[in-house]
């Protein structure tokens, strides 16, 4: 177990892997994990469930009256062995994952009002220290302190055939294009919105991993930590 509780960042595009390195990560170094990434999915069940959002287009103003009656926690199951997201007190973790919240999370997510709720819960998570959290604007915006950064990219086309493989699993008949598709877009929607876009911290260390195994991609992230523990 590692001594001092610091903070770690992790922004990246979709589909990058972002996630499998961020809890590996944390299991390893016996910190919490957050993955900022489902609050934003919750929050867009949330705005499907409450018939504020169409297939392109979103009534930001009706979104911010009901973003106060939205509830968002982690809750801890023994089974899974991992904190699960929860919306209004109903384990959501699976029907976040749907192709539809898919389509529809990069409008929810660049409005003003819903990323200041967002990230005020996730400054919270991190006050105390010990935590991996990864999302697009964690090491810019959410803990611009964090102790280490880092930002991770792939091939966008490595990156679909990933999720692919994902998809597959309960939808064998899925189409490697569409997830391409969406990815391309998500990628597209988060780097040029207004509200706190997907950009790599200026000192944030890259880690392009199209050809790398998870073995070595935690085997450098690892080695960036410890220094950046020794140092804190
Ligand atoms: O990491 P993910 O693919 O589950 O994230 C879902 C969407 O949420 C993604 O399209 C961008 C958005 N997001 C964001 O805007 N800011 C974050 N910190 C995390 C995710």
Redesign the pocket.
């Known amino acids: 177990m590692e001594k001092r509780k610091i903070n770690i960042a992790i922004d990246g595009h979709?589909?990058a892997g972002?996630s499998t390195m961020a809890k590996a990560l944390a299991k390893e170094l016996n910190f919490i994990y957050v993955d900022?990434?489902?609050m934003?999915?919750a929050a867009t069940l949330f705005c499907i469930k409450e018939r504020l959002v169409q297939t392109n287009e979103i009534d930001s103003s009706k979104v911010e009256v009901a973003i106060d009656r939205m509830y968002l926690g982690f809750k801890y199951n023994s089974k899974s062995e991992r904190s699960e997201i929860h919306l209004g007190g109903v384990n959501v973790e699976e029907d976040i994952r749907s192709m539809e919240v898919s389509r529809k999370?990069?409008l929810v997510?660049a409005i003003p009002a819903v990323r200041h709720k967002l990230v005020d819960l996730q400054q919270r998570m991190a006050e105390n220290g010990g935590v991996v959290m990864d999302?697009?604007?964690?090491g810019t915006v959410v803990i611009p302190h964090a102790e280490a950064k880092f930002f991770i990219t792939a091939d966008p086309e490595v990156r679909a055939h990933r999720r692919l493989r994902e998809i597959q699993v309960s939808q064998p008949n899925f189409q490697l294009s569409e997830v391409l598709s969406n990815i391309l877009e998500?990628d597209r929607i988060?780097s040029n919105r207004s509200a706190s876009p997907l950009r790599q911290a200026k000192d944030a260390i890259v880690l392009d991993n199209s050809q790398l195994s998870e073995d070595e991609q935690l085997a450098f992230l690892l080695t960036h930590v410890r220094k950046a523990i020794a140092g804190a």
Not at 135 to 138: A, E
């Open positions: 979709s589909s972002k900022t990434g489902a934003y999915r999370v990069s997510a999302g697009r604007d964690i998500r988060d």
